[in-house]
């Protein structure tokens, strides 16, 4: 699965003619030895993408990861070295950061948020709001930072959302519709926006239920409602600095969408170290 995604990058980037910079600069016989270094603060993963991203470029580079995935990391922290042909060492680099950078991102800020609800029973959850083609790397790099990945797809849960409810009469007729259809082994999760709602969704035995854009004293109420009959999930734009309150209300379950879809990069760099 991580081949083709480095593939692709790599050809989006070199195009038809290659590295015009480094073939006109660089020698063709110039070895090199580069360090990949943390410069803030932060969780790295993707190690596997960026030294695929320099093997697919040239196989015989060498590179040695010196952290596994999920460190924390400080400033100046060597996070790996690569060694071999220079050219080849600068073909691969940007590829190899974009992904490293991006999936240490994720891995930060999702550890951001695991360490401040860390004094609550509620786990970090990730989305299906990704950016499309990455979706399995990213929801790894939420593992890497101590979170708990949600479905991967439309076809390994059943999750009734607003539109379902509309289009299909109501919470309970969706989810009996659901019940009626899916497999036994097939979990079924239903969103809902207000306690009535609630009170209807538990009527109809959801195995989970999706409170969504609640405020803390709504959701403490809400989770008192399901008594243990479901289990709980919070969702609404929640930070570090929001998901503590959310967390202490009870709920088992907080899901956030921003982690996969425009969290920011992680700042790690490639330096020369010499031949």
Not at 89 to 109: D, F, K, P, Q, W
């Amino acid at each position: 699965m991580l081949e083709p995604l480095v593939r692709s990058a790599l050809l989006e980037d070199l195009g038809r003619a290659g590295d015009l910079t480094t073939d006109a600069i660089i020698p063709s016989d110039l070895r090199a030895r580069c360090v990949m270094a943390a410069r803030q603060p932060g969780v790295v993963a993707g190690l596997s993408l960026a030294r695929l991203a320099f093997a697919v470029v040239d196989p015989g580079l060498r590179f040695d990861a010196h952290l596994p995935d999920g460190t924390r990391l400080s400033p100046g922290d060597r996070i790996a070295t690569v060694e071999g042909s220079a050219r080849s060492i600068l073909m691969g680099e940007r590829v190899a950061l974009n992904y490293l950078s991006h999936l240490s991102g994720i891995a930060t800020s999702t550890d951001r948020i695991v360490r401040s609800i860390a004094h609550t029973g509620a786990r970090l959850c990730c989305t299906r709001k990704t950016i499309p083609g990455l979706r399995a790397v990213q929801k790894y790099a939420v593992r890497c930072g101590g979170g708990h990945n949600h479905r991967f797809g439309l076809d390994d849960a059943v999750l009734i959302k607003d539109n379902h409810i509309a289009v299909a009469g109501g919470v309970g007729l969706a989810i009996d519709r659901a019940r009626a259809s899916i497999g036994h082994l097939v979990k079924i999760e239903v969103e809902v926006d207000t306690l009535e709602q609630l009170r209807e969704a538990i009527a109809h035995g959801p195995d989970v239920v999706l409170l969504d854009n609640m405020d803390p004293p709504t959701l403490r109420e809400a989770v008192a409602m399901v008594g243990g009959r479901a289990i709980t999930e919070a969702s609404g734009r929640l930070t570090p600095e929001t998901a503590p309150a959310v967390a202490e209300t009870g709920v088992d379950l907080i899901s956030v969408g921003w982690l996969t879809h425009s969290v920011s990069v992680l700042d790690i760099g490639l330096d020369y170290e010499g031949m």
